[in-house]
């Protein structure tokens, strides 16, 4: 059974600092997502990696692909207050089933 | 604009009563799924369906139905809501199963049930 597993689930940053975003999942995949949900919305697709060593980068977030690791990373650069959200990675399974993290809560100070 | 409608956007209900979510995409989108959404436990998939008339269970089906007679329309019913069904809901779409570039979300359902 696929579980995917993200790190941490909280996190409080200073604007200005990088940081990274780990999921780890528990077997095989090639495919891999990033979500962003704000408080009380929906959740809005920021990446979809679907190789290994895949790379996707927009704005302040880079996302990358270890499928031999089981690993993704999601990079923030020089936080900013409007990248405060709740983070979710997903990870498809061999049937194509779709497992979600519990999320990163990520809490940008001014 | 494309897109995941879902209504209503806040339900308070009694224990018992039956209710439908309802849930319809423009896009085209063969496959469709429910998630709920509780503090602590992440999205967990109610049920999905791949195309009209078939449906699946996901990891946490008790206590729902759901049918999709139409491509576009995909409603989640509660037929006797209980208030461990308090949650946020949320429906999703995607091209196909097989061919999974992620999902668009509706806005959600915030359910409450006393």
């Known amino acids: 059974e696929l579980k995917v597993e993200q790190n941490p689930l909280f996190l409080s940053m200073q604007e200005g600092k990088n940081y990274t975003i780990y999921c780890n999942y528990s077997?095989?995949?090639?495919?891999l997502y990033w979500y962003r949900q704000d408080p009380g919305k929906s959740l809005e697709s920021l990446f979809v990696?679907?190789?290994?060593?895949a790379v996707k980068q927009e704005g302040r977030l880079m996302a990358s692909l270890d499928t031999k690791a089981r690993l993704s990373t999601l990079h923030i650069t020089a936080a900013v207050h409007d990248l405060s959200a709740t983070y979710f990675c997903a990870v498809s399974d061999r049937d194509d089933k779709i497992i979600f993290g519990k999320g990163t809560r990520l809490h940008i100070l001014p | 604009e494309a897109q995941v409608t879902q209504n209503p956007r806040y339900l308070i209900t009694v224990t018992g009563k039956k209710l439908t979510v309802t849930c319809s995409q423009n896009m085209n989108h063969e496959y469709m799924s429910w998630y709920r959404q509780d503090p602590g436990l992440g999205l967990r998939q109610i049920y999905y369906?791949?195309?009209?008339?078939?449906?699946d269970k996901g990891d946490v089906p008790e206590g729902y139905k759901v049918s999709r007679k139409e491509k576009r329309n995909f409603p989640l019913i509660l037929e006797s809501p209980s208030p461990n069904q308090t949650s946020l809901y949320f429906c999703?779409?995607?091209?196909?199963?097989?061919?999974?570039?992620?999902?668009?979300f509706g806005s959600g359902t915030r359910l409450t049930v006393v």
């Open positions: 990696l679907l190789s290994n060593g």
């Open positions: 077997t095989t995949s090639d495919r």
């Open positions: 369906s791949m195309n009209v008339e078939v449906t």
């Open positions: 999703a779409s995607s091209l196909s199963r097989g061919r999974f570039y992620g999902y668009t």
